[in-house]
């Protein structure tokens, strides 16, 4: 038998913040969102889940696929990264974070995320998702030096159009 369609809104009523338990409420709550296509919302309500408990890899997951699916690839690679460092062997992370990488040109980047698939061997996993860490943080260091370079030309040419857009943390 087919499920009933629901022609008006779905009201949620979640008690948030009582309780220990509000991070599986938030995660919950983002699962029920996402599969009603409202995606800003549940990416909201994991961020919330993690606030509280940071250590779930499955939740990270779940908020890549969200980031990747908008087109914010940074984020995604991040919470795919993320959930490789809580759980080494978790393949779908692996390879998702690898599809990233890909979908960026990042060749030799996606070739190390893909080797996470393929290892059974812990301190391997743990090494090669070191190894994307540190990658990462020398390619956002280099993006940090560009946008500072690009500020400062900018600041001598008041004159010309630019814009600068970047996070400075």
Same mark, same amino acid.
């Given at each position: 038998?087919?499920?009933?369609?629901?022609?008006?809104?779905?009201?949620?009523?979640?008690?948030?913040?009582?309780?220990?338990?509000?991070?599986?409420?938030?995660?919950?709550?983002?699962?029920v969102l996402r599969?009603?296509?409202?995606?800003?919302?549940?990416?909201?309500?994991?961020?919330?889940?993690?606030?509280?408990?940071?250590?779930?890899?499955?939740?990270?997951?779940?908020?890549?696929?969200? =980031?990747?699916?908008?087109?914010?690839?940074? *984020?995604?690679? /991040?919470?795919?990264?993320? +959930? $490789? @460092? %809580?759980?080494?062997?978790?393949?779908?992370?692996?390879?998702? =974070?690898?599809?990233?990488?890909?979908?960026? *040109?990042?060749? /030799?980047?996606?070739?190390? +995320? $893909? @080797? %996470?698939?393929?290892?059974?061997?812990?301190?391997?996993?743990k090494a090669l998702?070191?190894?994307?860490?540190?990658?990462?943080?020398?390619?956002?260091?280099?993006?940090?030096?560009?946008?500072?370079?690009?500020?400062?030309?900018?600041?001598?040419?008041?004159?010309?159009?630019?814009?600068?857009?970047?996070?400075?943390?």
């Open positions: 038998p087919r499920s009933p369609r629901f022609a008006g809104p779905i009201v949620l009523l979640w008690p948030v913040g009582l309780d220990p338990g509000v991070a599986e409420g938030e995660r919950k709550l983002g699962t599969r009603l296509g409202r995606s800003g919302a549940a990416i909201a309500a994991y961020r919330r889940s993690l606030a509280v408990e940071p250590d779930r890899p499955a939740v990270h997951f779940n908020l890549g696929n969200l =980031l990747r699916d908008q087109g914010e690839l940074e *984020g995604a690679a /991040a919470s795919y990264r993320e +959930a $490789l @460092r %809580l759980r080494p062997a978790f393949a779908a992370a692996a390879c998702n =974070l690898g599809n990233v990488f890909l979908s960026q *040109g990042r060749i /030799a980047d996606a070739e190390d +995320a $893909l @080797r %996470l698939l393929l290892t059974e061997d812990v301190d391997e996993a998702a070191e190894r994307l860490e540190q990658k990462n943080a020398e390619r956002q260091e280099l993006t940090r030096q560009v946008v500072k370079g690009a500020r400062e030309r900018a600041a001598e040419r008041p004159d010309a159009w630019a814009t600068v857009v970047a996070d400075e943390s």
